[in-house]
Nanobody
Framework: QEMLEESGGDSVRSGGSLNLSCEKS????????MAWFRQVPGREREGVAS????????HYSDFIKGRFTISQDKNKGTVTLEMNNVRPEDTAMYYC??????????????????????WGKGTQVTVDS
């Protein structure tokens, strides 16, 4: 059974850094799109960053503006979201997600959740001003 488990959520001061980790298990192939999403109560879920595991191809939402980095550790089977210079507006529940590839890449609407089939339970990030 495919599973995703997030860790690393915490409270951090504005301008600080935080690393979120997602451990995947039960997947038979590395031909996967993996992504981080976030959601604030009452607002739409939004895609943050994605990575194509068998290409190391990454894609970021514009609002990240170079502050976050998504990467993988192939030996550990984990995907990390490195968050730098965090802001109060980064406060949200962060979710790890995965889905099959579409013509070798994440679905072109992955930021809206299209093509995503597996979700973790989330980890809370709170940024204090």
């Amino acid at each position: 059974q495919e599973m995703l488990e997030e860790s690393g959520g915490d409270s951090v001061r504005s301008g600080g850094s935080l690393n979120l980790s997602c451990e995947k298990s039960g997947f038979s192939s590395n031909a996967l799109c993996m992504a981080w999403f976030r959601q604030v109560p009452g607002r739409e879920r939004e895609g943050v960053a994605s990575i194509v595991l068998n290409k190391d191809y990454t894609h970021y939402s514009d609002f990240i503006k170079g502050r976050f980095t998504i990467s993988q550790d192939k030996n550990k089977g984990t995907v990390t979201l490195e968050m730098n210079n965090v802001r109060p507006e980064d406060t949200a529940m962060y979710y790890c997600a995965a889905g099959p590839l579409y013509i070798g890449f994440c679905h072109y609407l992955w930021q809206q959740g299209r093509g995503i089939e597996w979700w973790g339970k989330g980890t809370q990030v709170t940024v204090d001003s």
